[in-house]
């Protein structure tokens, strides 16, 4: 088990071992950031963004909650969006999902899960966009992967259905989106390869937000 004492002597090995790599190292912390990426993640304590990832403190802005959804009208994921788009010109967004999600799990149960409803009804909306292909798989877990899989991609679409991604692409050519799952049993991340152009061209009849 993990002190609360035990963190504080973590982190002042942190920074020693931090500062022989870089006598600088602080220095260049404090300067400001320029993240190349944005990760959305899930809340889960066994997934953390940087270290999956082996980055560096700058390189990845992180925002995680329960399931790794993109609500819009969830103000936390929409002004962190924002702010990465708009402000630091991030070139790519992630939304990483994982197997073994209590999220995704929750929401395949028929029980009343108080304050949870409404934030799971998301992912009981994309099992209903994508029904016939998930109950034409017959083992469960299978089942259970495959929304997770399905819930990273509709999240994504959700980043892709904002303005700032929008106008920001259509003037930079940047920020491309991407989906993911981390797989808990072997430590490896899965690149769904979802296409990018392909969605933001599908969805520009009804969610254009670019004036054009």
């Not at 004492?5 to 220095?27: C, G, H, P, T, Y």
């Not at 909306?125 to 990273?152: A, C, F, G, P």
């Amino acid at each position: 088990m993990l002190s609360y004492d035990q963190i504080f002597e973590n982190n002042r090995q942190w920074v020693s071992q931090q500062m022989e790599k870089d006598a600088n190292f602080l220095e260049k912390l404090a300067a400001g950031q320029q993240p190349e990426y944005l990760y959305i993640g899930c809340s889960d304590s066994r997934v953390t963004a940087e270290e999956i990832m082996g980055a560096s403190p700058g390189q990845v802005f992180v925002h995680r909650n329960i399931a790794n959804l993109v609500n819009n009208v969830d103000l936390n994921v929409m002004s962190v969006l924002n702010y990465a788009v708009r402000h630091l010109q991030v070139k790519h967004i992630i939304v990483c999902g994982h197997y073994n999600c209590g999220g995704v799990k929750a929401a395949l149960q028929s029980v009343d899960l108080g304050i949870l409803n409404p934030w799971l009804r998301n992912i009981r909306d994309v099992y209903r966009l994508h029904e016939q292909e998930l109950d034409s798989i017959e083992d469960d877990t299978l089942r259970y992967n495959r929304l997770v899989e399905l819930n990273v991609v509709e999240q994504a679409t959700n980043v892709i259905k904002t303005a700032a991604v929008q106008l920001m692409y259509e003037e930079k050519g940047f920020p491309i989106v991407h989906g993911w799952v981390f797989d808990l049993h072997n430590g490896m991340l899965k690149d769904l390869k979802i296409d990018f152009e392909g969605i933001l061209k599908r969805i520009e009849k009804i969610y254009n937000l670019t004036g054009k």
